[in-house]
């Protein structure tokens, strides 16, 4: 039977990668616990999932968690500000997050930045500020990216102009903004190339070049935005530049970001509406490479029920389109993510704060860990 595991009161509102420990006197005699011992993370693993909670409707400090999905076990957190994004290193044990900070917490003086955190400690190395600012409303994953090779970060802005900061990690610089009108959100696809969505229903691709210059190339559109839009969270197989999305009724598409020119290269649907059945949630679906599976968090429900909460993951062959399993979740959940191995572990969350472990293959419900943070909403897989 799996076990609910609580975070610990200590360990919320505070970076739990670094803890001190020793031994010191009190003026009652009674000796308590001080010093210099540091308590580090484990190597990143494949089954290790983060937990990201915005915090509403305070807004103005966030946190992250780390879990450790074979254990069921909290691994520690970090402090982030105002409706931050993650991105994951797959070369070097770091991670970056986009925030904003005011100087008064609520009002003042606005600070925009990336700030580069150690993964063995989980502590802060340097910021790189984001002097164009960046969007601020709602965390999701494709607000802030990381291309193939660690060779930039991008960051979607709409002021409401809408454009990408592109950042040189390796040379810790802001090089300056790229300009796509209308098109929101970023998806990479190589090292020097995103996919982005239009209000139109179409996709555009954007390559550039060290001085952002920048090639834009547009798919006719492929989706009806007024009728059956697509959700903005997306699956993507990095290693093939293939971006999945699904739309509100079921409809999948898959887009080929392999080249300059984009192209939907295969649509098949869920046949989920003629059952009763959506997906829905915050993040509705995943993709694990290895078994080339897609995820879909399933509800039952209406039509302009996306928002709601799902008790059922349908997985699907993502290259016939077939319905392989389905897997029975304990309760309603918001967001789905896999790990990207073999031995592919599913993590389903709550916008109450639990997450749960499930086999992927066999259904089997592993884990289950509770309070991590007051709304959580986005989940993260770091090795791809």
Excluded at 35 to 52: A, E, F, L, Q
Excluded at 81 to 92: I, V
Excluded at 166 to 184: L, Q, R, T
């Amino acid at each position: 039977m799996p076990h609910l595991h609580k975070v610990p009161f200590a360990l919320r509102g505070v970076m739990a990668g670094c803890i001190t420990m020793g031994m010191a006197a009190t003026a009652s005699g009674v000796e308590i616990e001080s010093g210099d011992i540091v308590k580090t993370m484990p190597k990143p693993d494949p089954h290790h999932v983060w937990v990201y909670d915005p915090d509403f409707p305070n807004l103005t400090t966030t946190q992250a968690f780390v879990v450790d999905g074979d254990k069921g076990e909290v691994l520690g957190m970090v402090d982030a500000g105002y409706q931050a994004n993650l991105a994951f290193s797959d070369k070097e044990a770091k991670f970056w997050i986009a925030e904003t900070y005011y100087s008064r917490i609520t009002r003042g003086e606005r600070s925009d930045m990336v700030t580069v955190y150690d993964h063995e400690t989980l502590a802060p190395q340097e910021e790189i500020p984001l002097p164009e600012g960046r969007f601020l409303v709602v965390s999701k994953r494709p607000n802030f990216a990381v291309t193939d090779s660690d060779r930039y970060l991008l960051s979607f802005n709409s002021t409401p102009a809408t454009t990408v900061s592109v950042i040189d990690p390796n040379n810790s610089k802001y090089m300056g903004e790229i300009s796509v009108p209308g098109c929101s959100h970023v998806y990479p696809s190589g090292e020097s190339r995103f996919a982005m969505l239009c209000p139109d229903g179409s996709l555009a691709s954007v390559s550039f070049d060290d001085t952002l210059k920048a090639d834009i190339q547009r798919t006719q559109p492929f989706f009806d935005p007024e009728t059956d839009p697509v959700f903005e969270h997306a699956a993507a197989d990095r290693e093939a530049d293939k971006v999945f999305f699904v739309s509100y009724s079921g409809n999948v598409y898959e887009a080929d970001l392999s080249s300059d020119l984009p192209g939907i290269a295969n649509t098949w649907s869920l046949e989920s509406d003629s059952q009763g059945w959506r997906p829905g949630g915050w993040i509705p679906l995943a993709y694990n490479p290895a078994h080339e599976e897609l995820y879909f968090l399933m509800h039952e429900g209406g039509e302009w029920t996306h928002k709601d909460a799902g008790n059922q993951v349908w997985v699907f062959d993502a290259n016939t389109g077939e319905r392989n399993r389905v897997i029975e979740l304990d309760a309603d959940y918001s967001a789905v993510a896999v790990s990207q191995d073999r031995d592919t572990q599913l993590y389903t969350l709550s916008g109450e704060g639990t997450l749960a472990v499930y086999d992927a293959q066999s259904g089997e419900l592993q884990h289950t860990i509770g309070e991590l943070g007051m709304t959580p909403l986005v989940l993260y897989t770091p090795n791809r």
